[in-house]
């Protein structure tokens, strides 16, 4: 097929052909226009999702599944980095009209100390390096920790791991060449994680403006799920009669975390969108992250770019270049100066097919 529009980043006019599901600037003769007078972006990212998971549980059936991903491909998310996971959802990966996902095994987490039947719950924190092991190998490269959660003797939340099982289990995922991510809201649990080498944060919206810093310095990654994190104050208004102070820490990590990422953004910490689907919020949701990402201070280019190109090279793969997979959507106005385009795609390419 042949294309011929405003390729993104670059921002130059250019006609691409498609052939064998990958890109090519060389004509191919006969091929057939599929999109012209369009802007071409590399196939967006949600980098903190959850395939085969729902507010109910787990999603056990593969309808289910295809659903979930299906949401996120019409959304023009092709690329997924699935942020962890109670079920095993490899077998999509034979399923070439639904997205690429890159996944982070099942969440880690101290026995009771997470969402009932979503982690694997360890007893023992020394447990914890082992368990980082046996995820790695079932995971693509990513392995994901919680890294607080709310601790009912203290009626608040509260770091889930000592530090000396942090750096060991940091470790041991490093030595086989897999990053760690983990769950984190307070500030109480950051300083151990991100001095341990961690490689991303997710939400981090206890982050200071020295824990910030840090990260900048050691270019470790967030992603803050903003339209995930607008549900703090109903998640407190929940918990308020049994933990009032718990509530009351929710809604003051809601109403600092437009700050935080405007100070995480200006010091230069890599930010990508993510919109935590697949808990309380449904799929197909990251133009709205992205629009998010863009209200709380990033320029509406870098915005879209922790959406798509950025995000992809994170995840180790291209954007719209030579012999890249042809994973791109197109655009019928210029999404860097109006972020609401993303929710009008005009065509979806995923490995070289149009999307109906």
Known sequence: MHIAGVVLPGGDSRDLWVRDGLI?????PGAQTVAKGCWLVPGLVDAHNHIGLAPTGPVLDVGGQRHQAIQDRDAGALLIRDCGTPVDTR????????????????HLAPYGRYLPGVAIELRDPAELPAAVLEQATASDGWVKLVGDWIEREAGDLAPCWPAEAIDAAITAAHGVGTRVTAHVFSAQAL??????G?????????????LIDDMASRRTALVPTL???????????????KFPAYAAHMRRLHAGVTDMVASAYEAGVPIYAGTDAGGS?????????IVALAGAGMTPTDALAAGS????????????????????VAYDADPRI???????????????????
């Open 227 to 241: 339209i995930n994190i607008a549900n703090f104050p109903s998640i407190a208004d929940a918990g308020e009669t």
């Open 191 to 196: 300083p151990d994680l991100i001095s341990a």
């Open 338 to 356: 109006d972020l609401s385009v993303l929710g009008r795609p005009a065509r979806i390419i995923l490995r070289g097919i149009v999307i109906a």
């Open 281 to 289: 919020l449904q799929h197909g949701l990251i133009a709205e992250e």
């Open 24 to 28: 090519t600037f060389e004509s191919v």
């Open 309 to 328: 190109w950025a995000a992809r090279s994170w995840l180790g793969l291209p954007g719209i270049e030579e012999g890249a997979p042809a994973d791109l």
């Open 198 to 210: 961690i490689d991303c944060i997710e939400h981090g919206t206890g982050l200071t403006a020295d």
């Open 91 to 106: 077998h999509l990966d034979g399923h070439l009209d639904l997205p690429r996902i890159v996944r982070a095994g099942r």
